[in-house]
């Protein structure tokens, strides 16, 4: 029986010390709350057990780095609808938390930093073409964070980085995309064919002019022989016609040893040879 009721008092002694107390961990701060008394203290609490009565109370903040990531839909410069994945990396400023939690309170993330943060992505990715976004996820997020740090300014928070992580696009912009993408493709295609084409159309020009060349070339030169030859013939023809005299054709006659008869004009008055 005494056993018994001595369990009973440590339980409830348990059960006091821990309704009287609250625990901040490492990575937190707290701030103490005297309702009955000086109400909300200015000196952040580090970590540690603090004792406190029922009516008391510790507003605790974490202020280690904290990501939330969001799914935003937003419209492009085209006006096509993007789907977009981002993530915001903030804490609260530790010696502010009095000021925050007068202003915003413990949900300052879903009250102020969530809105500001999708209004700031949709805002800048409406500047740029829906097929630009990916590659542009780097630029998108760096502007993001300066127009969110600019809109957070006073609101006690400090912003570590803004990270595009993926774009999406809905199934329909998807399949406009491939059929945009297989029409450039095919009109790359033909044009290559039509560069194809001109070139062997020059090519055949160019080895038909060249034929066309050589043959006026191997005329020409064929004429030239032909003209040079008939000149030739002519002064030989009349070399030997200024040559041919009475003499020489006497002479020649005389000379032929082959001669038997030879029978000569009249006029030419030449003796009657007979090779005996």
């Known amino acids: ?30 701030l103490f709350w005297h309702p009955l008394g000086q109400g909300l203290s200015q000196t952040p609490l580090k970590d540690g057990f603090y004792w406190l009565a029922p009516w008391n109370n510790v ?89 969110v740090v600019e809109n957070l300014k006073g609101r006690h928070l400090e912003v570590q980085n803004i990270a595009v992580s993926d774009v999406d696009f809905p199934q329909i912009v998807l399949r406009a995309i491939e059929q945009k993408q297989a029409k450039e493709q095919e009109k790359e295609q033909k044009e290559f064919e039509l560069t194809i084409a001109a070139k062997d159309a020059d090519i055949a020009r160019t080895r038909a002019k060249g034929e066309g060349d050589a043959i006026r070339i191997r005329a020409e ?39 038997k008869m030879v029978i000569l004009p009249e006029h030419m008055k030449v003796p009657l040879i007979v090779n005996p």
């Open 59 to 147: 507003y605790v903040y974490d202020v280690r780095w904290q990501s939330h990531t969001e799914e935003i839909d937003a419209l492009s410069a085209d006006d096509l609808q993007v789907l977009i994945k981002a993530a915001i990396i903030l804490r609260p400023i530790a010696d502010e938390l009095y000021f925050l939690n007068q202003e915003l309170g413990n949900d300052y993330y879903t009250r102020v930093v969530r809105p500001q943060f999708m209004a700031a992505v949709r805002s800048v990715v409406s500047g740029y073409n829906m097929v630009s976004v990916p590659e542009k996820s780097t630029e998108i997020s760096a502007k993001v964070r300066a127009v």
């Open 1 to 30: 029986m005494a056993r018994t009721s001595l369990t009973c008092f440590i339980a409830a002694l348990l059960l006091l010390i821990t309704a009287c107390g609250t625990t901040i961990h490492p990575g937190q701060r707290g």
């Open 221 to 259: 030169g064929e004429a030239e022989g032909l003209r040079i030859r008939a000149v030739g013939q002519a002064q030989a023809q009349e070399t030997i016609t200024k040559t041919l005299t009475p003499a020489y054709l006497q002479y020649k006659l005389y000379d032929s040893s082959n001669a």
